[in-house]
């Protein structure tokens, strides 16, 4: 078995400038708007905390396994930095069919970073999600906005995660790894 981490590992400067910003607003809220809206605010976000958590902890298990399942050199062959347009393709086909919210989207994602996706297709991979997802038109844009405009709005965000990933090949920014803690 692995030793449990320190808490400092935990926490990074993302987590400490979140929390500061969080508290600034907090106490913002309580002095412009008084001690009553301040607990409100406090118990509606706690429920939404209670509605995400288990899909956050179903979503980091399914992370997991899929580290623990899917070979790093079978990641890497059809969706690393040399797996070209058909790693761009295959991811863009995996962000379209990736169902749930960034609670539950994300830990993938961080499982295919991990595993060792390429840069271009990771970005092709978010980009179709976010932009032409499977889950998004049956859920909002069938039923509010109908056939014929959901349609019109697939097709034309189509090329965007092969024009995202094609952008992100071209940008001299460092792309390096992390190592699975």
Not at 36 to 47: G, K, L, M, P, V
Not at 59 to 73: E, M, T
Request: proline fraction near 7%.
């Amino acid at each position: 078995m692995k030793k449990a981490r320190p808490v400092r590992r935990y926490i990074d400067s993302s987590l400490v400038g979140m929390a500061a910003i969080t508290a600034a607003a907090g106490a913002a809220c309580y002095w412009l708007e008084g001690r009553d809206a301040f607990f409100d605010s406090f118990n509606s976000d706690f429920q939404n905390f209670l509605d995400i958590a288990p899909k956050m902890a179903g979503a980091l298990l399914l992370s997991a396994y899929i580290q623990l399942l899917v070979p790093r050199d079978m990641v890497a062959r059809y969706l690393g930095d040399q797996s070209g347009l058909r790693g761009v393709s295959l991811a863009t086909g995996l962000g379209f069919g990736t169902p749930g919210g960034p609670s539950t989207s994300f830990p993938v994602v961080a499982a295919l970073y991990h595993a060792g996706t390429g840069r271009a297709p990771l970005v092709a991979y978010l980009t179709a999600w976010s932009t032409i997802g499977f889950n998004r038109i049956l859920t909002w844009e069938l039923p509010l906005l109908g056939m014929e405009f959901a349609i019109l709005r697939e097709l034309a965000s189509l090329p965007l995660p092969f024009v995202a990933a094609f952008v992100s090949s071209l940008l001299p920014i460092a792309f390096k790894q992390k190592k699975p803690t």
